[in-house]
């Protein structure tokens, strides 16, 4: 089975600065996608990046990007010039490129951003 | 378009009452998903389908839940009876998928069930 491990429950940032949410993972597949999903209050489930294993290129997306090491099982999330409304919980997810977007979720990153 | 829509966005019922939450998936999108979420055991996958056929109820925790698609624009999951230990925040999400292929999930806004 699957397993997605985000081992720092809570994450602080000062606002403008850089931080990197980290997020390993455990698979026998060969070929599968990896996200990362924003949650703020309002509950929502934001997708905010994602990244397919058959490449080695790491996805951006305007201020995140991600360090996608495969053989290590590590995806991390760097988020660059922090802004208040970043404060929200992250969670990783794997999804194999078999079973339609059947995502696992790891249990989540709470990130404040502070003035 | 306007997204994953669910019904209600808050459900306040009784222990023993029957609950129904609702889902409408995006347009054109063939795979829809039942997720539970609590402080607990976080996000879990309750059951989703592919064409309107459930195809993993693996995540369903017992005979007292149970999902219908019955076309692909409309979903219900329902608990009969319901027990506080059900209280949480369900979400319905829709993808186009295929095998090989996998849009990203597209959440609804969740359903907060308390049950008292």
């Known amino acids: 089975a699957q397993t997605v491990t985000q081992s720092q429950p809570e994450m602080s940032v000062q606002e403008a600065e850089t931080v990197t949410l980290s997020c390993t993972y455990d698979?026998?597949?060969?070929?599968?996608?990896l996200f990362w999903y924003k949650q703020p209050p309002s509950r929502q489930m934001i997708l905010v990046i994602r990244q397919e294993a058959y490449k080695q290129q790491n996805a951006t997306e305007n201020r995140f990007s991600v360090n996608f090491q495969k053989a290590a099982k590590s995806f991390s999330l760097k988020i660059s010039d922090s802004q208040l409304g970043d404060a929200a919980m992250y969670f990783c997810a794997y999804s194999w490129t078999g079973t339609a977007s059947k995502l696992t979720f790891g249990t989540g990153t709470r990130l404040q951003v502070t003035l | 378009d306007a997204g994953v829509i669910q019904s209600p966005r808050h459900e306040v019922t009784e222990m023993g009452q029957e609950v129904t939450l609702r889902c409408k998936p995006i347009s054109g999108h063939n795979s829809l998903f039942w997720y539970r979420q609590t402080m607990m055991r976080g996000l879990e996958l309750l059951i989703y389908f592919n064409n309107n056929v459930p195809i993993d109820d693996s995540g369903m925790p017992e005979d007292r839940f149970s999902a219908k698609m019955p076309n692909a624009s409309f979903s219900t999951l329902k608990i009969q009876p319901s027990e506080p230990r059900d209280s949480a925040v369900y979400f319905c999400a829709s993808s186009l998928g295929n095998r090989g292929y996998n849009s990203p999930l597209h959440f609804g806004n969740g359903t907060r069930l308390t049950v008292t």
């Open positions: 698979t026998s597949e060969s070929d599968y996608y």
